[in-house]
């Protein structure tokens, strides 16, 4: 039995330096306070209720001189402007990949171009870019951006973790929309890291692990572009998950995981994965 795992399987470094930060935080002032989860992973939001970070609806919740700890996908402007007017401590564990993003959108908005971006609707992170432009035009699918009307001059980014193949195929759908296209590839480089290592092990494999919220864009992205290559291609959020019959005759197995997921939840299915493999074989 041969079990490979991604090489860069699990956190990228944007939501490694989030949890880390909202840990630090924690111990430092015995609580801090998210809007939202601050990542897309039940265990790691499990493990940070305990050490005392608390997911609050609204700023008004968070007591006078508390922080609150602005997450890796990256926050709204009328957030922050609501943050600043607060007696509260503001840390930002924005990704800065996400935050490039930001910063080219406002740049582009400014310039008097559409902003088109390229994303899944009411994603945090996709909430977060919008809230740089004035009139955003959010587009999920190539049958979206078909639906379109023509314009003059427009500028297009996408959500960091988008599939290169949907990006490709909603920009060719914007060639025949717009006369003037500016566009940037926003893709960041873990997400094309990961995508490119998922497909080659994919199609070595003869079965596929993805471990990963159910609640994760790129895990599900992950899962998608596995199983367009292996029809035995499972998503998993832990090892309970795993079902001995689906490694009954398995040689190769390979597991991904996304970008939310922590190093030892990989490595706690990795071994569920082993034991399951050695009683098969007594």
Same mark, same amino acid.
């Given at each position: 039995?041969?079990? %490979?795992?991604?090489?860069?399987?699990?956190?990228?470094?944007?939501?490694?330096?989030?949890?880390?930060? *909202?840990?630090?935080?924690?111990?430092?002032?015995?609580?801090?306070?998210? #809007?939202?989860?601050?990542?897309?992973?039940?265990?790691?939001?499990?493990?940070?209720?305990?050490?005392?970070?608390?997911?609050?609806?609204?700023?008004? =919740?968070?007591?006078?001189?508390?922080?609150?700890?602005?997450?890796?996908?990256? %926050?709204?402007? =009328?957030?922050?402007? $609501? *943050?600043?007017? !607060?007696?509260?401590?503001?840390?930002?564990?924005?990704? +800065? &990949?996400?935050?490039?993003?930001?910063?080219?959108?406002?740049?582009?908005? /400014?310039?008097?171009?559409?902003?088109?971006?390229?994303?899944?609707?009411?994603?945090?992170?996709?909430?977060?870019?919008?809230?740089?432009?004035? %009139?955003?035009?959010?587009?999920?699918? +190539?049958? /979206?951006?078909?639906? #379109?009307?023509?314009?003059?001059?427009?500028?297009?980014?996408?959500?960091?973790?988008?599939?290169?193949?949907?990006? $490709?195929?909603?920009?060719?759908? #914007?060639?025949?929309?717009?006369?003037?296209?500016?566009?940037?590839?926003?893709?960041?480089?873990?997400? !094309?890291?990961?995508?490119?290592?998922?497909?080659? &092990?994919?199609?070595?494999?003869? &079965?596929?692990?993805?471990? @990963?919220?159910?609640?994760?864009?790129?895990?599900?992205? &992950?899962?998608?572009?596995? @199983? =367009?290559?292996?029809?035995?291609?499972?998503?998993? %959020?832990?090892?309970?998950?795993? !079902?001995?019959?689906?490694?009954?005759?398995?040689?190769?197995?390979?597991?991904? *995981?996304?970008?939310?997921? +922590?190093?030892?939840?990989?490595?706690?299915?990795?071994? @569920?994965?082993?034991?399951?493999?050695?009683?098969?074989?007594?």
């Amino acid at each position: 039995m041969e079990i %490979t795992v991604a090489k860069d399987a699990g956190y990228c470094f944007g939501v490694r330096d989030a949890v880390k930060l *909202a840990f630090e935080a924690a111990e430092e002032y015995g609580n801090v306070y998210m #809007l939202g989860d601050v990542v897309h992973n039940e265990r790691v939001v499990e493990n940070l209720a305990d050490a005392g970070a608390k997911v609050v609806d609204s700023l008004d =919740e968070i007591p006078d001189g508390a922080p609150v700890l602005f997450r890796a996908h990256g %926050t709204a402007t =009328e957030v922050w402007d $609501q *943050a600043r007017g !607060k007696n509260i401590r503001i840390i930002d564990a924005t990704c +800065p &990949l996400v935050q490039d993003i930001h910063d080219e959108v406002r740049r582009t908005s /400014e310039d008097g171009r559409q902003v088109i971006i390229i994303g899944d609707h009411g994603h945090d992170e996709v909430v977060g870019i919008a809230s740089q432009a004035r %009139t955003p035009i959010v587009v999920a699918t +190539p049958d /979206e951006a078909r639906q #379109l009307r023509k314009m003059k001059r427009a500028a297009v980014v996408s959500q960091s973790t988008q599939m290169i193949e949907n990006v $490709q195929a909603i920009i060719n759908v #914007l060639m025949t929309k717009v006369y003037d296209l500016h566009f940037v590839n926003t893709i960041c480089f873990p997400t !094309k890291r990961n995508h490119e290592q998922i497909k080659r &092990l994919a199609a070595e494999s003869d &079965l596929m692990i993805v471990i @990963g919220s159910f609640t994760s864009a790129n895990s599900k992205r &992950l899962t998608q572009l596995a @199983g =367009e290559r292996n029809a035995d291609t499972y998503q998993v %959020t832990g090892k309970d998950a795993l !079902k001995p019959e689906w490694f009954d005759g398995v040689n190769k197995i390979g597991i991904s *995981a996304g970008a939310s997921t +922590p190093d030892e939840l990989i490595a706690e299915v990795r071994a @569920g994965i082993e034991e399951i493999c050695a009683e098969l074989v007594v």
